[in-house]
């Protein structure tokens, strides 16, 4: 029984491309849990190296440097048992040993080790070395590019001709006189639902399970998602259901943020012991930070309550900790220009900014044009002062005029819209940026998901920046996150209340709409709440389609299905057939105009599940109107007003 | 005998998401093959709606739209066989029919049909639908995605529990009274040699032989590289080796432009057929360009030499294709301002436009500060004269003055490289992208992929535009282009030979060297010729480090490694050991440290095997100093001298 060996799980922050720093991490935590007389210590995946690395996993030096600290664990390993995730590179590429692409074969594996010695498994199979084992189930959707890299265990199978389940052994952990079957798993291989073999899943646990494990521990570098860690319960409840019989199951994740260039991902640890009957009934209470959890004989293995989760709550915590944790891309002491302009956006970035960093670190630019009004001048200064960072006001009429000089001396005009551009330049390209250099500071893209959805800002002017934190926030996430902030963490009123819209996404006389202030009395062309909610059906996991939005449409359950009143609706006058038409077809349309923008944009901090940058990946094509879309468009046309259900 | 079946190669341009279009195009081309009496007419993979399409595969409604033209291919198949590759959704997420992804299961297929119905196996299997063959082998490397969308043959064979070679039939046409296998496979299909299952190959075309077909069809979309048609040569003769028997070849391929937001590729046909020894036999003489090849039985099978590629004048085609049919991302009639600063860069990428668009759509901008010399200026007016293109000369010290007074506002100075990158920005931000967005032009980033590996380029600045047409080209091939434009394109001087090094990149007294020109005396800090050799070695598809670098230098072999004479190495002083270090490790760091960079650039032209954009994957990483390179840096700095062996 599994019950008298002691396990710990190292929930440990894995900063990629450092592995001194992550090992050295790691050597601690193993002193730490010799102490407490752990027999087997468990920590996430690649947690050497880091799991988004890009192409320097084809590079094979810097594979074989992360393998190097193999030594350093294993001579740590006198006393304990180790199990971690690092990268396994067999570099011939003679015989089985080439990757598909031609190029080393590697393998996204757990190492096991115990006493100086690589752990041997109940069954030895002649293919794989001892003590490692690869990834079985490797994702390539989203932001995943495994099948990019890795070879999976499964590959390994096929080469040889063998079963799966020939491969897939538990190792073997020495307690005293006993050895103890302990099966490990990465990640992946517990989402096996949709992965098939034979007409069913491809069940690693219950492999690992018929095999003699008494215990399982699946090592991950799971990125943060809103409700994952309720998703991942309900995914090990189908293991037990699937499996037959079941035993005490250890999850271990890790904490940090990595980056693929195009977006930020957070880690959010949330690190878990499931029972036999596959309940959650040891839960890590360090969200988002380290946690060496020890699990003895002693623990409670009675099935606990997972708290239901706060979308904007966790929505802040990752965008808090992805900015605070993200030293690969802003450095250790990062500073921050950036630019207020008094609207809700750019407040509640420099909000953010002052949480994640402190407000010295952060200087605030208002930079008036002749279209900024007293009102909106005077809210980026209350924000300022509320803040407490320093402000400063560069009227840019000057530069407008000698940009506007050298732009007509072919002598045409420009236009209005030209004359916008202008101004965003001014202030991005020609100020935030030479300043950001001048101070050796950072400054940001302030935009949010819609706004670079339908490319609403100018390239090289407010679409530059160093990173984007709210890019993967709706218009509603970011009031809500207004809110969120100003009630809960500093319990007071620091973002200005006249910039936050009522349910309705409405403004009293007093207030500020949305506005870019480039020309006299502009006002956002989005509808809020509505769009926002199109949006995320657009850009979810399981992407909805302008046909899917149409039918809907049709069938009188749009609102119900974007989850907004028919108030909502009325509001946006989009109870008539041919507004909504329009507006609709203008807001698809435009969005698939803008990729070349997406294209040059800073890396945004991925908030759901469906990010611009890397994990939504678009190539610029042309707008394709369907033949469904036309004969829905008919239908639409000919109704009188939105029928609903 | 397939000699008795008149095969036709429709070597299509395959424009990405125009659906309407290609077909339209199959349609003209279905027609001219009746004329000619073709039993069978092969267009590419994926021809219906382009391949590289990025998350649309992910878009249900778009994948139907795409399939819904198979009802109108159908129709058009009386009197005659028509094999085209379009996308197979099984919309139901039922049973056998999600993907790894919980998504609808998406094949990239080959659909077979004549007389208005599908055609038949030899062998149906229960589980294809008739006419139908997904592709077996997914590439997933480089650009490639295809993991990420579509599901496999060899995915269905394991998730069935069945041997590929049971779902691996040829399909049956129809002459006469004989019904004639033919064996179908898509693009990586024929690249099995890593591929394994069961210690050897996955051989499809083994297995459609010994299933009995008469002949093999490939269909591809195959981008071009350079030297693949011969790579693909040895690779038929290979399948020949490795299957015993084997038949006649039909390989069929696209040409047009697709892209994939951060890399334009080109496909440039070379649709060929192969005889019974996998020998080349009939080459398509129209390369990038639309060609109907009808082969009947009075072709000639005897082996043909295919003439040995010439690099330059093949990246030249590859970028003028590249731009002149990429109206995906450039419209029907796309007009362009460049900034000529008179140095090669510009130069290359000013007379590739004319070439591609005409002289009359290129308008060269000229935008001297205090720091441009009357030798650059004149470069600049003499390229624009030779070309024959509208010039303007706009000075910027006015906007500097402006952009200066306004970054002194806080009372301290600028420095020397803040005044540098204001001058970039003025050019890029405040004047060439107002320019273009004024006359709805556009303009193009002119950096060349040294410079965009090195970061040596101002983000907001030189470093924007819509497209960049010589990013994948290393500064020697930029040398080599615009000679090879002097000399063989126009055949007299139209890029200033001033402006052109000798072959060790040396300058004579009245030329002009590389330089940024934002101070004083300034000269591009890159040991050109060598730098150029080190980036290719870097970003090869099998990735040379730092390390190995470090042990060529050692062993004495670098220069033969890098294909560079004992002069070139003097010429830069990397003989020293030092100096090589030095240099080494500021173009290495130098690199990594400018993926921030990278995110943010326009698409590049791809020419090589390896461009920055989505073909090489970076996330923002630290650098890391290996303990090989330490040991490696240790033992160089000991050397008197690089000993060559």
Redesign the interface.
Known sequence: MTDTLTIALGQMDVV????RLNVDNMLRMIQEAKEQSVDLICFPEMCVG?Y?????F?????C??LM?YNEELLAASNDIAIAYGNIYVNGSTEG?H??????SRKYNAVYVMQNGTYAERVQENGILPTGVQPKTLL???RFF?D??YFFSLYDVA????KDLSALLSPFLISKGDQRIPIGMELCEDLWC???????EPINITKILIAAGAESIVNLSASPWTFMKNNARDRRVKYLREQSGSFVKYYYVNCVGV?????NVITFDGGSTVYNEEGDPCILSKKGWEEDLMVIDEKASFLPTKRPRGNTIREKYLAIFNGLKNSS??LGDDPHFVIGLSGGIDSSLVATLLVLAFGKEKVVGVNMPSQYNSDKTKGAAKALAENLGIEY?V?P?E??V???T???Q??G?P??E??LE??QA??R????L???S??YRYFFTNNGNKVEIALGYAT???DW?G?ITPIGDLTKTEVADMCHYINDEVFGKEIIPELLLPDALWRFGEAQIQPTAELKSNQVDPMKFGYHCKLLEEITN???K????IMTWYVEGNLHEKLGIGLDMMLRWHIDDPKEFLRDLEWFYDTIQKN??K??????IILTSKSSYGYD???????V?K????KALKERIMAMDTYMAK
């Open positions: 990629p491309g450092r592995p880091g988004l690395l890009g192409d320097k084809l590079e094979d030096a810097y074989e440097e190097s089985h080439p990757n598909k692409d031609g190029r994702p390539n959707y590019d099948e990019r096929i080469d040889y001709g639902h949709d992965y098939r073999a034979d007409g990595q980056n693929n260039g195009k690969n891309m400063l560069l840019i000057d530069m005029k000698s940009n000089h050298i732009l001396l072919d045409k420009l236009s819209f030209n551009n202008v330049k001014i991005g390209a020609s100020i940026s030479n300043l250099a001048k390239l090289y002017g530059g160093a996991f399981r992407k389609s302008i046909e899917d990729v070349f997406r294209v040059q944009s800073p890396p939504i990946r678009e190539s610029i094509l042309p394709l369907t033949k469904k879309f």
